[in-house]
């Protein structure tokens, strides 16, 4: 017969990619993971997790029971939230989405506070090595229930995102750039420039490559960093000229020179993003209100 832990385990599998790991997050030994999986199979009569050498695959049967396993440990915990709620306290586990090295939210005082009012809240916080669009992908399969991102413009279906914050982007150049003398720069004067950038997907890279599609102006990222912290350090070897937030640039900033580019959108928005579909957790909406007074 079917229980809740068959789901959950299958579930933390299917999202770890590993029995190791889900072992780890379920707090029980992998052998009690790989036995519940078999059962689940056996119940089934189908297969629904491959090995390979590497990582564990979803069959196609996989693929079809993840979001209707998700969707059964979500009716249990609302029928949960429910109960908490009468009893005065919440609990279960929030699973907070969060970018790379943006400094705009302070994440740890936001989750002190929540946690202060809240301790009997599990919070589980992770970032993407594909940026916003995959934490936006965590919203949209369920493996997320919040996320702090930088989407421009029109979400994609089935999520919503609200604004918290937006900076400018500016042109970040070494010194002694054939750029740096002139009062005013152009997306077209950077035809040809080397760029250090982010990888597809950050908010940032996203918000650059739309001003330059408009300006209809080709660019090269010459190297892909995925810390923002460290762009302007590249420029200042010389390995290219960057578009970055201000928070970005050192407070040294010998070697670097900045400049205001003219003419574009280059604007950077920060939300908190969940899905439109499912009916956040009690838990999660209690720190989406948190959000709203806190950053909003």
């Known amino acids: 017969m079917l229980e809740l832990r068959h789901f959950e385990y299958f579930?933390?599998?299917?999202?770890?990619?590993?029995f190791t790991r889900a072992a780890a997050r379920l707090h029980v030994v992998q052998s009690g993971v790989s036995?519940?999986?078999k059962s689940l199979e056996h119940e089934l009569g189908s297969r629904l997790l491959e090995r390979t050498s590497?990582?564990?695959e979803l069959t196609d049967a996989g693929v079809a029971l993840l979001p209707r396993a998700r969707a059964a440990i979500d009716a249990v915990r609302e029928a949960r939230d429910a109960v908490d709620e009468v009893r005065?306290?919440?609990?279960?586990?929030?699973?907070?989405?969060?970018?790379i090295s943006v400094p705009l939210i302070d994440v740890p005082a936001l989750l002190g506070a929540f946690h202060r009012v809240h301790p009997h809240v599990g919070l589980r916080l992770s970032v993407s090595p594909r940026g916003s669009v995959g934490l936006l992908d965590g919203?949209?399969?369920?493996?997320?229930?919040?996320?702090?991102?930088?989407?421009?413009?029109?979400?994609?279906?089935?999520?919503?995102?609200?604004?918290i914050e937006s900076r400018r982007l500016d042109l970040v150049l070494p010194a002694g750039h054939r750029l740096a003398g002139p009062a005013e720069v152009r997306i077209p004067d950077l035809a040809g420039e080397a760029f250090v950038d982010f990888p597809a997907g950050f908010g940032n890279r996203t918000v650059v490559d739309r001003a330059f599609a408009a300006a209809g102006v080709q660019r090269h990222v010459a190297i892909e960093v995925t810390d923002i912290a460290s762009g302007a350090s590249f420029v200042r070897e010389g390995l290219g000229v960057a578009i970055l937030p201000l928070f970005a640039v050192p407070e040294d900033r010998r070697g670097l020179v900045l400049k205001n580019v003219a003419g574009a959108d280059l604007d950077w928005p920060i939300g908190v993003a969940v899905s439109a579909l499912r009916r956040p957790s009690a838990a999660?909406?209690?720190?989406?209100?948190?959000?709203?007074?806190?950053?909003?």
């Open 35 to 37: 036995a519940v999986i």
């Open 54 to 56: 590497k990582r564990v």
């Open 284 to 296: 999660a909406r209690a720190l989406l209100a948190l959000i709203d007074e806190k950053v909003g």
């Open 139 to 163: 919203i949209a399969d369920g493996s997320l229930d919040v996320a702090f991102v930088s989407a421009p413009g029109r979400p994609p279906p089935g999520l919503r995102v609200r604004q």
């Open 11 to 18: 579930v933390a599998v299917a999202e770890e990619r590993s």
């Open 88 to 99: 005065g306290g919440l609990r279960g586990t929030v699973r907070i989405g969060t970018m």
